[in-house]
């Protein structure tokens, strides 16, 4: 295992994830149920899924498209995202 692949993922999914819509469903779902091992192996079946589809899915993408076109597309995205969020088109 690459170590120093496994803390950056972790890292960045980590501080990525605090706070976010999903987070806060499952707090919601917490408070409403009895059983919070429930809610917590759901949460994190369905988060688990949810990277295994990405990273098959990234595999694939980067046997068919170069590298650099991905990073690429990925910085148009990302750009393209923050003008339409500052024009609040979003």
């Not at 408070?31 to 899924?49: D, I, N, R, Y």
């Amino acid at each position: 295992m690459d170590w120093k692949v496994f803390l950056s993922t972790f890292a960045l999914i980590f501080f990525a994830e605090l706070g976010d819509k999903t987070q806060l469903s499952v707090m919601t779902l917490s408070a409403q149920s009895e059983s919070g091992l429930s809610v917590f192996v759901g949460a994190a079946v369905a988060l688990t899924l949810s990277a295994l589809l990405a990273v098959i899915f990234g595999e694939a993408v980067t046997r068919m498209v170069p590298t650099q076109y991905i990073h690429l597309g990925a910085g148009v995205m990302f750009v393209g995202l923050g003008i339409l969020l500052m024009l609040g088109k979003l």
